[in-house]
């Protein structure tokens, strides 16, 4: 395989990255395979990908972090961080969650506070969500192991035969760029939306299915007859017939068996289903189903049912709970619920059953509003344990007294050993797909080297910037990893630009550090569009955002990031 039909295998990649419907991990897989099978990477160089040390240590820090995510600290922390005004609240927010997840994973401390601002009262929590996930992403960068993406580069860098990264070289960057971009949120503010605080008698509107069953009472009947078109709190938004859509619905429609009907309204007020004799709410008897504990959740990124639809999955097996409503950003989701392909980041409305909470999937796939429902929290013995043992991992490593990877090792044992983590847990919520997707990565950089085509491109780039020198090909490579992680996900981007930078740093015969740093940064800058990073899509439906709420407040702290980025990247690590 030539390196013109390798860059265009690789722009096919990214084309269908972008496209979101085929799963990352598949994707690199595929072409990790092609690779091999075509010659350009041999069996040893493919296989070897997968035990890459920095990936391994990413790994069991992932699963070290499932024991750390349930201790009571964050809790604790809630009631003092959200005292004040909302200016003051972001303030405090921002920097513990920022002091956090330099060391803890980003996504654990999104999920931790998440149900704890979305319930409080004091600010709405539309001026915190987002100013919660940037936060996590600014602490991510500040250390080795604050972010994924920080150990993803790590593995490219070792794979490459340069010195491993180190904790702390990331924090001479890392800090001014999060002091910053904390005080331009601080000072944006006001372009967060503020929608009303979350409380039990005012909560954002859901979109509800219901079926009329058979030899129903409504069947025969109008819409106005029947009453639907005075429900307290609810309202009928169209109906699906025999997979026709009637929208909108009038007074006079009369209804027939098999008719699902689409409803908007508030989680409290779909007690007004109750009422009606033959109504099905997602296949269960609207009387039974509301008469269960309501409980409201987050798809997480870990989840088995992004790109799947409700009709597809077994719901009430798997959880135990029926799906009574949906809701996406801002966004009403038309007609045809059932058939809609869930994503990452949607609230759903569950009517739980007893069994929900015993369920060993729960938290694996969703984030909760609600407290009280999955595993207890640590005990304050075992959260100590937990916390001094990751503390001392990360001290020995930066210390250069005994390798991340050994200490962690350590730390795991001694959580199965005194039960804080259990093997079941461990298997249930392995990273697979980020193990096979960053092992696959390294495959392809090093096809992207063999081939030839990672050279093509540097030189395209030195062309491009040879009229502004080193640093404008270092601006080019920063650039093309931020667009890249704006529009795909923050370790397909690393994976992709890593080889670009590389190349390009040896076609202008400069050290390759700053060069690995832009990717580095670049990877994690993802702050215009809610797609690229997982955080952004947890907080999405929660604080009823749209597209638009992102770009108002991300396009400062962007600019903020790249322009500090840009200037101290090259003063600590020179060309």
């Known amino acids: ?12 990649l990214l084309a269908l990255l972008i496209h979101g419907r085929a799963a990352p991990a598949l994707l690199f897989t595929v072409w990790a395979a092609a690779f091999h099978v075509t010659g350009l990477v041999d069996e040893r160089e493919w296989l070897s990908s997968y035990s890459n040390p920095a990936l391994i240590t990413l790994v069991v820090l992932l699963l070290v972090s499932h024991a750390l995510e349930r201790s009571p600290l964050l809790d604790r922390f809630s009631a003092v961080i959200l005292k004040g005004g909302p200016s003051l609240a972001i303030l405090r927010l ?62 490219f860098v070792i794979d490459a035969g340069l010195p491993a990264l180190q904790m702390f070289q990331f924090s001479l960057v890392g800090i001014p760029v999060a002091l910053a971009c904390i005080a331009v949120m601080v000072l944006s503010s006001p372009l967060l939306p503020a929608h009303p605080a979350a409380s ?28 639907l078109r005075n429900l307290d709190g609810l309202f009928l938004l169209e109906i699906e017939r025999e997979d026709r859509l009637i929208s909108p619905v009038g007074p006079d429609e009369i209804l027939r068996d098999g008719d699902i009907l689409v409803f908007t309204g508030e989680i409290e007020k779909v007690q007004a289903l109750q009422q009606f004799s033959g109504l099905h709410v997602f296949g269960t008897r609207a009387d039974a189903l509301l008469g269960s504990n309501l409980v409201e959740v987050v798809i997480s990124n870990e989840s088995i049912l992004p790109n799947r639809t409700l009709r597809e999955v077994d719901f009430r097996m798997q959880f135990d709970a029926g799906v009574v409503g949906i ?37 694996r796939n969703f984030h909760l509003l609600d407290t009280g429902v999955l595993r207890p929290r640590l005990t304050n013995p075992q959260s100590t344990l937990a916390l001094s043992g990751f503390a001392l991992a990360i001290a020995l490593s930066a210390f250069d007294v005994w390798p991340l990877l050994n200490s962690l090792l350590v730390l795991l044992a001694i959580l199965l050993g005194s039960r804080i983590l259990t093997l079941s847990e461990m298997r249930r919520r392995f990273p697979f797909d980020l193990l096979v997707t960053i092992g696959s990565a390294l495959t392809i950089a090093k096809a992207l080297e063999s081939s030839g085509a990672a050279q093509i491109v540097a030189d395209a780039m030195r062309g491009m910037f040879d009229g502004y020198g080193i640093f404008g090909a270092f601006v080019g490579v920063y650039l093309i990893t931020l667009v890249l992680t704006e529009v795909i996900t923050n370790n397909a981007a690393a994976a992709l630009a890593f080889p670009i930078a590389l190349s390009t740093a040896r076609a202008f015969n400069v050290d390759p550090m700053p060069f690995v740093m832009a990717v580095a ?55």
């Open 1 to 12: 395989m030539t390196a013109p039909l390798v860059l265009l295998s690789i722009v096919a």
């Open 94 to 155: 921002s920097g513990v969650t920022a002091l956090v997840s330099a060391v803890l994973n980003n996504t654990a401390v999104v999920g931790a506070l998440l149900g704890v601002i979305s319930r409080q009262r004091q600010v709405p929590a539309s001026k915190l969500l987002i100013p919660l996930s940037y936060a996590a992403i600014l602490g991510g960068v500040t250390t080795l192991i604050g972010t994924s993406t920080n150990l993803v580069v790590n593995s």
């Open 200 to 227: 039990r008698d005012n909560r954002q509107a859901y979109f509800l299915e219901a079926q009329v069953t058979g030899n129903s009472p409504l069947a025969g009947r109008s819409i106005e007859q029947n009453g």
């Open 327 to 363: 809701r996406r950003g801002d966004k009403r989701l038309t007609g045809q619920l059932g058939r809609v392909p869930l994503h990452v980041g949607d609230s759903l409305l569950l009517a739980v059953g007893p069994d929900f909470a015993h369920h060993r999937n729960i938290d």
């Open 521 to 575: 940064y670049g990877a994690s800058a993802g702050f215009l569009v809610p797609f690229g990073y997982q955080t952004h899509l947890m907080v999405m439906s929660p604080g009823r955002y749209r597209v638009l709420d992102f770009f108002k407040i991300g396009l400062p702290v962007s600019l903020t990031y790249s322009a500090v980025v840009l200037l101290l990247v090259p003063v600590f690590f020179p060309f």
